[in-house]
């Protein structure tokens, strides 16, 4: 995503709108992805049903951590991965919809009209 330089005047609001609307569907989008491939890895190496498999992707994307008891080692180990992934998840997320934002403060600061 381009950005405009600094000799550039600012994006007019309608088009910061936008931008930050694309900033949220790439976000879905990585949200949506993560969730599945949680969803997936529960299913496959915890042996849980896919509506129990969602759920724990999406508590641990969420922040709150695995619902259920996890029956083996491997489920436990996919378990610390997906935390940790989520946790990067959620660090990539929050630069991702806070760069539009940063990039207008930061712009106007250094934006000189000529």
Not at 21 to 33: E, P, Q, T, Y
Not at 54 to 72: C, D, I, K, R, T
Request: hydrophobic content about 50%.
């Amino acid at each position: 995503m381009k950005y405009e330089h600094c000799v550039q005047k600012p994006l007019p609001r309608r088009h910061f709108i936008n931008r930050l609307v694309l900033h949220a569907a790439w976000g879905g989008v990585a949200i949506g992805a993560s969730d599945l491939l949680g969803t997936v890895g529960y299913h496959h190496w915890a042996g849980f049903d896919w509506v129990d498999s969602f759920l724990n992707a999406s508590m641990l994307l969420g922040g709150m951590g695995p619902v259920g008891e996890l029956p083996n080692d491997s489920a436990k180990v996919f378990a610390s991965m997906f935390a940790l992934y989520s946790g990067l998840v959620f660090i990539l997320l929050a630069g991702l919809m806070l760069a539009p934002v940063f990039h207008r403060v930061l712009h106007h600061f250094h934006w000189e009209d000529k």
